[in-house]
């Protein structure tokens, strides 16, 4: 089994690892709109969901993966009015994937998070 980090203070204080690769599957926790770098969230969650897929990709390159593997894709939102605005960024990372998907609406830990993603790959 590998973990991997971002190097994100949540992952360290929360304990948790930002992927788990075990047995061909990559597990990604949820992703928010930060860019990890900086530790800065932009206000639009269009530029949140860009920032998302940047973070995923990373990570999925990192484990030996690539967005083609991903199986199974889960959004949570924080307000419906921001699905219309996302809908775009979903479109252009995943179209041509079409993975298995699920999206809730439900409330985040920051104020400040609008949209948090979490994918499985599988490299079979």
């Known amino acids: 089994m590998k973990r ?3 190097g994100s203070a949540f992952e360290k204080n929360m304990g948790y690892s ?3 690769v075990k047995s061909g599957w990559c597990f990604i926790s949820g992703v928010t709109g930060y860019d990890y770098a900086t530790m800065e969230i932009p206000d639009s ?3 949140q969901t860009r920032n998302c897929f ?3 990709a990373k990570v999925l390159t990192e484990a030996g993966f690539e967005m083609d593997d991903i199986v ?8 419906t009015g921001f699905v219309d605005e996302i809908i775009p960024e979903l479109g252009a ?3 041509e994937i079409r993975p298995a998907a ?3 609406i439900a409330g985040l830990i920051r104020p400040e998070m609008k949209i948090e993603i979490e994918v499985t790959a ?3």
Do not use: D, E, P
Request: proline content about 0%.
């Open 18 to 20: 930002r992927a788990i």
């Open 72 to 79: 199974r894709v889960q959004y949570t939102v924080t307000n």
């Open 4 to 6: 991997i980090s971002t």
């Open 122 to 124: 599988f490299k079979g």
């Open 54 to 56: 940047a973070t995923i």
């Open 93 to 95: 990372a995943l179209s």
């Open 102 to 104: 699920t999206m809730v």
């Open 45 to 47: 969650a269009a530029l």
